[in-house]
Nanobody, 121 residues
Framework: QVQLVESGGGLVQAGGSLRLSCAAS????????MGWYRQAPGKQRELVAR???????DYADSVKGRFTISRDNAKNMVYLQMNSLKPEDTAVYYC???????????????WGQGTQVTVSS
């Protein structure tokens, strides 16, 4: 199996910064895309940022210029640096990864349990 464990969430004032980390462990041959999604109360889960294994990245328009996604392929980790946080960034943030568990296997999507980010005004 594969597990994704997030860390780094918390409470921060508007304008502050947080850094989220996600570690993937288990039976892993290769991880294709890794990313972060978020879900605010009463809203659907939405993409925040996503990065392919070779470095291309996508960001939600609402976080461009404020958030930066990065990954360490050797450690099977992905990070989200969040700067200039706004109250509307408050949500549960989920790590997501497309993992190939063995050579020749198609990737399967995995999710972390989520970490709460709360931005006070």
């Amino acid at each position: 199996q594969v597990q994704l464990v997030e860390s780094g969430g918390g409470l921060v004032q508007a304008g502050g910064s947080l850094r989220l980390s996600c570690a993937a462990s288990g039976t892993i041959f290769r991880i294709d895309a890794m990313g972060w999604y978020r879900q605010a109360p009463g809203k659907q889960r939405e993409l925040v940022a996503r990065t392919a294994s070779v470095g291309s990245t996508d960001y939600a328009d609402s976080v461009k210029g404020r958030f930066t996604i990065s990954r360490d392929n050797a450690k099977n980790m992905v990070y989200l640096q969040m700067n200039s946080l706004k109250p509307e960034d408050t949500a549960v943030y989920y790590c997501n990864a497309d993992v190939r568990r063995r050579i020749g296997m198609s990737p399967f999507e995995y999710w972390g349990q989520g970490t709460q980010v709360t931005v006070s005004s």
